[in-house]
């Protein structure tokens, strides 16, 4: 299996919550309706809780501040997401996910890419 992992930074103009709501409520079940025409076989939002342990974890590292949430998508294999996403309707699929994230997304300050998970 391989991961598509998308961590999110929000909208200037979106409050946390405001992001949350979005996410779940309207990209969430728009992506899940869809996920079969690209291959996708699971979907998790992970969404950043306010945290004083948040704050603690990058001031003793000297990190650089958490992302608002991540997505996971798994996909059986690197070329099932190549060509699910490489398909005519993968391809308009990937176009209207996008513009919908761009409603709550800001996308010069997240990243994207691909992993492949080792269990220890």
């Known amino acids: 299996m391989i991961k598509f992992v998308m961590c ?28 079969a025409v690209i291959g996708a076989k699971k979907y998790i939002q992970s969404h950043t809780i306010d945290s004083p342990v948040n704050n603690g974890l990058r001031e003793s590292r000297g990190m650089l ?12 294999s690197e070329e099932a997401l190549i060509n699910g996403m490489s398909s005519p309707e993968g391809q308009k699929l990937a176009a209207a996910l996008l513009e919908d994230e ?11 890419f691909i992993v492949e998970e080792h269990e220890l």
């Open 8 to 35: 999110l930074t929000r909208h200037p103009d979106l409050s946390r919550d405001e992001f949350r709501d979005y996410w779940m409520h309207k990209h969430g079940p728009f992506f899940m309706k869809n996920a």
């Open 65 to 76: 501040p958490e992302f608002d949430g991540v997505a996971e998508v798994w996909f059986d």
């Open 102 to 112: 761009s409603k709550f997304v800001d996308h010069s300050k997240s990243s994207a």
